[in-house]
């Protein structure tokens, strides 16, 4: 993977490293009696995976469908590994891919003069059947310093721009960057349905997210104890703009802060964000299926089988 992969991949939740780090996957949950999506996950990453090592994509979404999570959006981070996120969703029903140029990797490339040719890249594989959204894409002012903002900026309105004509989703990576990225998307138009990945904001976004109609997925973040902005900004938020994902191998929901993430954990984060909202777990997973077809579509359509 590229230098952006690394800044991806060195995304952290908060929980301590060392040799005594339990790197096992955790133990299934209790299956949703109604199934959900998980909206944003990364299966081709295998770093923070320990004994045993990575789950191969096929386990991860064996596991999922086994505890009621229907099917994932295969988000990419770059163009190596959204073209693997094209190739899986269009072989594999149970995924749907998102494609994008990640936040971090846009200075880099900047650098080395293949900004526009990995953006001609991603906006090929736009026009693919089971890609419904360009993402993850935003920007990120806490891993790049002042030097990089304007190839992040360039590059996410490219992709907003992709987004728009090719009628897609947009997925939002937003880290210490929130008033920017509004004021983009605002001055250049936001896409109909526009996806704020793994909400990082408090109620005051969550407001204003609302009023323009942006949808908040919800991370296991939002299971964390010292995460009570991140609750209140749930609270605020209206039933039919939330969604949740896992952000997997990162993210990991409470009780299993700091090992593993992987899809067939969105069950862990439902039931806490619908205890949260003082409602009952179906009727919540429910409100988000639907929310999230709306978004992205069906995922049932017949896929076109490709070469391995």
Known sequence: ???AGAHVRSRGDGSSGGSKRDLTYPPLPEALVVPVYDNHTHMEIADGVGDGGPLEYREHLGRASSVGVRGVVQVGTDLATSEWSARIAAREPRVLAAVALHPNEAPVLDASGLLDEHLAGIERLAALPRVRAIGETGLDFFRTGEDGRDAQIRSFEEHIRIAKEHDLALTIHDR????????????VGAPDRTVF????????????????GWYMSFAGTVTFKNAEPLREALRVAPRHLIMVETDAPFLTPTPFRGRPNAPYLIPLTLRSMAETLGTDASMLAAQIASNTELVYGAWDAEPVTVDE
């Open 1 to 3: 993977m590229t230098d």
């Open 176 to 187: 210490d960057a929130h008033d920017a990225v509004v004021e983009v998307l605002d001055r």
């Open 197 to 212: 990945h793994c909400f990082s904001g408090g109620p005051d976004l969550a407001r204003l997210c609302a009023e323009r």
